[in-house]
Nanobody, 125 residues
Framework: VQLQASGGGLVQAGGSLRLSCAASGLTFSRAAVGWFRQAPGKEREFVAIISRSGSYTPYSESVKGRFTISRDNAKKEVYLQMNSLKPEDTAVYYC???????????????????WGQGTQVTVSS
């Protein structure tokens, strides 16, 4: 299984970026996918998750209303649209996946089996 995260970069505060996570080697339509991030000197934290059906999309309070997670099962990709970016959004963003049964959606990062390599997002003030 491979997850390839891309789309990071340098953007000014208030700007937007769209991250992509491309998956291979798993039955993507049966996988829940999450985005997590790790800022320098901090622990990795949950950002957003999308259920295998796409109908359940919890967000962290810090990004709710600004970020949108979505998926395209035909392309085996998950996206994170990030708007109104703030300097505190600066971090390495990781996507993670887990094959799940029916409606179960893992919420903790230690539940995820597969991780991408991360993509750097830097927001300047």
């Amino acid at each position: 299984v491979q997850l390839q995260a891309s789309g990071g970069g340098l953007v000014q505060a208030g700007g937007s970026l769209r991250l992509s996570c491309a998956a291979s080697g798993l039955t993507f339509s049966r996988a829940a996918v999450g985005w997590f991030r790790q800022a320098p000197g901090k622990e990795r934290e949950f950002v957003a998750i999308i259920s295998r059906s796409g109908s359940y999309t919890p967000y962290s309070e810090s990004v709710k209303g600004r970020f949108t997670i979505s998926r395209d099962n035909a392309k085996k990709e998950v996206y994170l649209q990030m708007n109104s970016l703030k300097p505190e959004d600066t971090a390495v963003y990781y996507c993670a996946a887990k094959s799940v049964i029916l409606t179960y959606t893992p919420m903790r990062e230690d539940e995820y089996d597969y991780w991408g390599q991360g993509t750097q997002v830097t927001v300047s003030s």
